[in-house]
């Protein structure tokens, strides 16, 4: 079983920065694919960004691209998303997900495991 815990979300201007983190209760952490996912009110959950289970194969969702950044550290079992230049569009709980599968993956379905969310609120 895997738990994932996420923190980092707030309230911050258009413009600004959050840091994302992703704690799994893991033993080896190398063997998961993980991403980032968010949903907005009324809209679908979409992926952000994506690693490999060693972080040598990045998925950005074309939104996002430019302004975030998603990293990995294996050792700390972490997961993290350095989201910068936030707009009001980025508005959304935040979802860390784990998959034991192939990478890359990018539908929802597709991963195993899910944290219970942490808030992004950009105002305008």
């Known amino acids: 079983q895997v738990h994932l815990v996420e923190s980092g979300g707030g309230l911050v201007q258009t413009g600004g920065s959050l840091r994302l983190s992703c704690a799994a209760s893991v033993r080896t952490m190398n063997k998961y694919g993980m991403g980032w996912f968010r949903q907005a009110p009324g809209k679908a959950g979409e992926l952000v960004a994506g690693?490999?289970?060693?972080?040598?194969?990045?998925i950005y969702a074309d939104p996002v691209k430019g302004r975030f950044t998603v990293s990995r550290d294996n050792t700390k079992n972490l997961l993290s998303l350095q989201m910068n230049s936030l707009k009001p569009i980025d508005t959304a709980l935040y979802y860390c997900a784990a998959r034991v599968s192939s990478w890359p993956a990018s539908l929802p379905t597709a991963f195993d495991y899910w944290g219970q969310g942490t808030q992004v609120t950009v105002s305008s």
């Open positions: 690693s490999s289970g060693d972080g040598g194969n990045i």
